[in-house]
């Protein structure tokens, strides 16, 4: 069993659209759970970043963090076509230390 | 945000080739890298991470003399593929994080934007 799941996807929504990714996990020594965008050909871009439970939100981002199930969310107000991309969850023990990454979601907007 | 500069972004070469991939950080100082390996379609592979000054610790799997790795610096790391071939071809990526005081204590890896690495 991996020790983080992401549902692959891909995963495909109407402008304007409510988009909800998620995670689960194992390993409950994580404490720092973070969602990365990537552009095809580009490298990672760090959207939200928590620590232990909780939600944090962003702009049109909000991530959860529900320890006790070990399960993560990211949700996405209003998307826009240019969300479009993989979107990929990744937690560590310690803050700036490796890091064990989901499979990537991809998500296409459309216009 | 931080930056991370990775270059170069695309490099095609002839097998037998060693190519050397260089990643810095911007505007703070490094205390770890990381080095990734992804396939198309597919997750970040982590293959090896780099503190400055001292060695670097290879994931189960990488081959420390294919995949040599430098981080002489808190700002600059290396990723030498040494006589690549075919099958080396991939998209690299460096991460950095830092430990310390400042703007980006605490904070997660910061990634550059990628190495395409075409080996013909």
């Known amino acids: 069993q991996k020790e983080v799941e992401q549902d692959p996807g891909p995963l495909s929504v109407p402008e304007g659209a409510i988009v909800s990714l998620n995670c689960t996990y194992s390993n409950s020594a994580f404490q720092y759970f973070m969602w990365y965008r990537q552009y095809s050909r580009k490298g990672p871009e760090l959207l939200m970043y928590t620590y232990s439970s909780g939600n944090k939100e962003d702009g049109r981002f909000t991530a959860q963090v529900d320890k006790s199930s070990k399960y993560i969310s990211l949700f996405i107000r209003d998307s826009q076509p240019s969300d479009s991309a993989t979107y990929l969850c990744a937690m560590g023990k310690t803050s700036g230390s490796r890091l064990t990454f989901g499979e990537g979601t991809q998500l296409t907007v459309n216009p | 945000g931080a930056v991370v500069s990775q270059h170069p972004s695309w490099v095609i070469c002839k097998s037998g080739t060693s190519v050397k991939i260089e990643c810095r950080s911007l505007d703070f100082q490094a205390t770890t890298m990381f080095w990734y390996r992804q ?82």
């Open chain 2, 39 to 120: 396939f198309p379609k597919q997750s970040l592979m982590l293959m090896a991470t780099s503190n400055e000054g001292s060695k670097a610790t290879y994931e189960q799997g990488v081959e420390k003399d294919k995949f040599l790795i430098n981080h002489a610096s808190l700002t600059l790391s290396t990723l030498t593929v040494t006589s690549a071939h075919p099958e080396d071809s991939s998209f690299y990526i460096c991460s950095a994080s830092f430990w310390g005081q400042g703007d980006f204590s605490n904070q997660p890896q910061h990634f550059g934007d990628g190495t395409r690495l075409s080996i013909l």
